[in-house]
Each structure stands twice: as C-alpha cells, then as structure tokens.
C-alpha cells in the first residue's frame, strides 16, 4: 500500500493511543520509501489467531484451514519458525527498480 495510506490510518488513530499505534506500525510494517508492506504484519496476525483459537480448542474447518495447519505442522516438524521478517533485502541500489518492477511505478 501506499506510505501515505499507511501514514493516513495511524493518523485517524483516537486521541491518547495515536502514539501508541504510530510506533506498532514503524515496528511492524515495512516501509520503502513511498511504500508500506503490511502483509508480514497480516500473515503474523493470522499465525497469532490460529495459535490462540487452537489453544481454545476452536474447531477449524474448510480446506483454507486444513492447508494452513498442514503448514503450521511441517514448520513444527522441522524446526522452523511459524511467524516471518518479510524484509525485502536487494542490494542498496536495486531496492528502487524492485520496488518499481512490483508496484508498477516509475522510481520513488
């Protein structure tokens, strides 16, 4: 999504938590330049959410869940971690043309 649109919702956060949520966001979200990855922020919160609702004993059904608790398995079998960084990581000075190449922009 856009900074700006990043920018915007923190902004329209209430009063005495607008602090508060402006710095989760610089912590969670990933932002480039006139950019914001949020999806490792959504993929985390979906791992959370599973986490918890198969703590309480949930019942999840639908092939969506099956596939996503097979994964959440093979993880736990293998020794890797469920939640992701989801840095970009390109040499300093590919970032742009990356970043142009995915959003369909001419340069930031």
């Known amino acids: 999504m856009s900074a700006d649109g990043g920018h915007s919702a923190v902004n329209e956060t209430r009063g ?13 979200f990933h932002w480039y330049g006139t950019v914001v990855n949020i999806n490792p922020a959504l993929f985390n919160f979906v791992v959370g959410a599973y ?26 079998d293998h020794g890797h ?3 992701i960084d989801g840095r970009i990581a390109t040499r300093a000075g ?15």
């Open 94 to 108: 590919d970032l742009e043309q990356l970043l142009a190449d995915i959003m369909g922009t001419e340069g930031f």
């Open 51 to 76: 986490e918890r609702m198969n703590a309480a004993g949930v019942f999840l059904s639908g092939e969506a869940c099956q596939e996503f608790e097979d994964s959440y398995r093979y993880e736990e």
């Open 16 to 28: 005495r938590h607008k602090e508060e949520a402006r710095q989760a966001c610089d912590t969670v």
């Open 81 to 83: 971690a469920h939640r």
